[in-house]
């Protein structure tokens, strides 16, 4: 770790993603307190993390977009085209004005893929491979971390202003980041050659992901957590009330999790180079399952430490996947790739937030939690059985 942080370029991707990513903890709870507080519903603000994830249908054009075109310029459009979007929830006042919570964040989540892809793809042009694995960790690291205050501030923001002001806030942090990249030093890697066949361009992520043995069996064991996970977006709120605590305490739970969450960052490394990517996913989805256990107790003090375990888990299992995806694929496919696991991931977990915010009007939420505890434990079984992958690239993918 030491040695990556003594790379100015990474120093300073490093600050501008803090300031974006705190605007992102802020942004994305006060949508969905936001909504709660327009509709006093459960399953509307449970519904604006359903059409976050669902954006992410159509990553796989943002990817190809990213093989094509140079990263950093990408980059730099995507954040501050986000800046402008967030100055549009300026005008929502009332319920009436409730639709464009919707629409933004799913053009939120969609920048979001597309970023998400051309870092990926910088991150694996700028740095040897034996340092991709403590990148991820430093950037799910500071990820989290923020978890740390970013929640409470965005949640405590909203509470004494209102959430036009925090889109502001969240505006300025995308101008901020996009400065930082505008600064940095970064060679451009050759862009992907045009096959002249779109479909097969396209979808040349996923053939890429389905031929690899490893990427095909995390693919498949994380997509099955991802079934049964997104009920956790409703259940909070649920959660929230059953400790008799406003919807804005989210903000705490959140920061619960960003406890965890910096843990798993400092030790995902070293785990990762212990046990291979498969096992550490397997791992830490494991982990995620026994916080949702913890759920079931209702008792604040244990709903914390679940929360905590919780992040925790998740931090092992993204570091593990992300560095995966990177070390067990060609940079000429490097966009296409991260927005197809992207995309694989969020079909299933679409499909979960919504039979989450169905489910909560007319069962018990303590049976969500139940089938969302056997379905994560069933694919930490999976993933855990499959043998111990070793996290590097295959010679023939270089």
């Known amino acids: ?52 994830a669902a954006a992410s249908l ?3 054009l943002g990817g190809l977009l990213v093989d094509r075109l140079p990263k950093r310029p990408i980059m730099i459009a995507t954040h501050l085209a986000l800046a402008a979007v967030m ?24 920048g979001g893929d597309v970023f998400a892809a051309a870092r990926a793809s ?38 004494v202003t209102s959430g036009g002001i925090v889109a502001l806030v969240d505006a300025g942090t995308f101008v901020g980041s ?27 992520g996923l053939t890429h992901i ?8 995390m693919t498949i064991g994380i997509s099955a957590t991802m079934l049964v996970i997104g009920f956790s977006e409703t259940l909070l709120f649920a959660i929230t009330a059953a400790l008799h605590r406003a919807p804005s305490f989210i903000g705490v739970l959140g920061t619960a999790q960003g406890v965890g969450s910096v843990a798993g960052g ?25 916080g949702d256990a913890m759920f079931l107790a209702p008792s604040l003090p244990v709903v914390l430490v679940a929360m905590a375990v919780a992040g925790l888990g998740i931090v092992w299992a993204v570091v593990a996947i992300g ?44 049976i969500e939690i139940l089938v969302m505890f056997v379905g994560v434990g069933l694919s930490a079984l999976y993933l855990l059985t499959r043998g111990r992958a070793e996290t590097q690239l295959d010679p023939a993918l270089a």
């Open 1 to 52: 770790m030491k040695s990556l942080l003594r790379r100015p370029d990474v120093r300073l991707l490093l600050v501008g993603q803090a300031l974006s990513m705190f605007g992102d903890w802020m942004m994305i709870i006060v949508l969905g307190i936001w909504m709660k507080v327009l509709t006093q519903s459960n399953s509307a603000a449970g519904l604006v993390f359903f059409v976050f």
């Open 58 to 60: 159509v990553a796989p």
């Open 87 to 110: 100055c549009t929830l300026l005008v929502v006042h009332d319920r009436g004005d409730a639709w464009l919570l919707y629409v933004v964040t799913a053009m939120y989540g969609l």
């Open 122 to 159: 910088m991150m694996k042009a700028m740095l040897p491979a034996e340092l991709l694995g403590d990148a991820n960790a430093a950037f799910q690291s500071l990820r989290e971390g923020l978890r740390l205050v970013a929640p409470l501030a965005g949640a405590g923001l909203y509470a």
């Open 178 to 204: 996009a400065a930082t990249l505008v600064a940095l030093r970064f060679a451009e890697p050759a862009a992907a050659p045009r096959e002249h066949r779109f479909l097969r361009e396209v979808s040349a």
């Open 210 to 217: 389905w031929r690899v043995p490893a990427l095909r069996q």
């Open 266 to 290: 400092v030790t995902a490394g070293r785990l990762l180079r212990r046990f291979g990517d498969l096992r550490t996913a397997g791992i830490g989805v494991l982990l995620f399952a026994v």
């Open 323 to 366: 560095t995966a995806y990177q070390l067990r694929s060609g940079q000429h496919i490097q966009g296409r790739v991260s927005a197809a696991a992207n995309m694989v991931f969020s079909v299933p977990q679409t499909i979960s937030i919504a039979a989450g915010a169905a489910l909560i009007s007319v069962v018990d939420y303590k």
